[in-house]
């Protein structure tokens, strides 16, 4: 029997913890991914989080929730925006996942799936059409478990670090 989970609002309490979290997470995301160097990536995160969450918990379009069993045990934490897309015709309201965390206890047990299931519950509840995200391509199992609940890549950004006097596989002399 597989699991169902719930979404419940984050209080200003979790909120206040979860930011601290994911602002750390988020900058060591950004260096390990090479897009960031490892000096002020803190203050860029917090400048990126300022930006996005101006209200904190209470910015418009964006839901931060608890996912809870049903006995109410949190297992983890998501961030939603929810917004129209501005591409003219046809356009639907789109969710951006911007942050899902299971709790390390709960990680390994089987949940991942259920937890997205009920963030997806939600997008829909809200209104939303399509959902997307971005996730850091070092980070192997989130990439396994949003391939595993339908998610497809639509862009790839690739990266490769250079070094001075290493040889080039082709020459464009």
């Not at 109410?72 to 996942?97: C, F, M, S, V």
């Given at each position: 029997m597989s699991a169902v989970?719930?979404?419940?609002?984050?209080?200003?309490?979790?909120?206040?913890?979860?930011?601290?979290?994911?602002?750390?997470?988020?900058?060591?995301?950004?260096?390990?991914?090479?897009?960031?160097?490892?000096e002020g990536a803190i203050e860029r995160s917090e400048a990126e989080f300022a930006s996005l969450l101006p209200q904190g918990a209470d910015t418009p379009q964006h839901h931060l929730g608890r996912l809870l069993r049903d006995d109410?045990?949190?297992?983890?934490?998501?961030?939603?925006?929810?917004?129209?897309?501005?591409?003219?015709?046809?356009?639907?309201?789109?969710?951006?996942?911007?942050?899902?965390?299971?709790?390390?206890?709960?990680?390994?047990?089987?949940?991942?799936?259920?937890?997205?299931?009920?963030?997806?519950?939600?997008?829909?509840a809200l209104g939303a059409k399509r959902l997307s995200l971005h996730v850091f391509a070092h980070n192997i199992a989130a990439c396994r478990l949003y391939e595993a609940a339908g998610f497809v890549i639509t862009n790839l950004n690739m990266s490769k670090p250079l070094a001075a006097g290493a040889e080039s596989a082709t020459s464009l002399t």
């Open positions: 989970l719930h979404w419940a609002p984050l209080g200003p309490d979790d909120f206040a913890a979860w930011r601290a979290e994911s602002v750390t997470g988020y900058a060591e995301g950004k260096v390990q991914a090479g897009n960031w160097p490892a109410a045990t949190p297992i983890g934490i998501a961030w939603l925006r929810i917004a129209p897309a501005h591409d003219g015709a046809g356009a639907e309201t789109l969710a951006y996942l911007f942050d899902f965390v299971i709790d390390p206890a709960w990680r390994g047990k089987g949940l991942g799936r259920a937890a997205m299931a009920a963030v997806e519950a939600k997008a829909l």
